[in-house]
């Protein structure tokens, strides 16, 4: 059985009228409508980083990520290792969505940044 990931939604932005920082642009909206067909999946499992050094992700069942979302309530690093390389570095700094339907992630840690207790999400797809 395969499930199907899905975001669907708009992106954009608005000047901020009255504002100083209101740059006088135009709105800008650009329609999302994203989807990967599943074979795996590791659900939302929750990680409470409490050490300053990389804690890994578990797979669980799935072998390559196509599919990862991260939720974190603070800034964190992530190391991601694909067949493009070992050991990419992404920050993310609430939320991050990696979708890659060609080279797949095989591994995964997180670094929270030192001495701040962070408590992050990750879900983790493989597609079909």
Known sequence: MSDLFKIVGSWG??????SLLGSGAASELAPICE???LALK???????LGV???VPVAFGGVTNANVIVI?????ITLRLT???GALQVVPVD???????KTVPYTAIDMTRVAAQETSVRV???EKS
């Open 123 to 125: 879900f983790i797809g």
């Open 42 to 48: 590791n659900g939302q499992d929750t990680y409470v």
């Open 82 to 84: 694909s067949a493009d």
């Open 71 to 75: 939720f974190s309530n603070r800034k």
């Open 52 to 54: 300053d050094t990389p």
């Open 94 to 100: 609430g939320l991050a969505i990696l979708i890659s």
């Open 13 to 18: 932005t608005t000047p901020q009228t009255g």
């Open 35 to 37: 989807s990967v067909v």
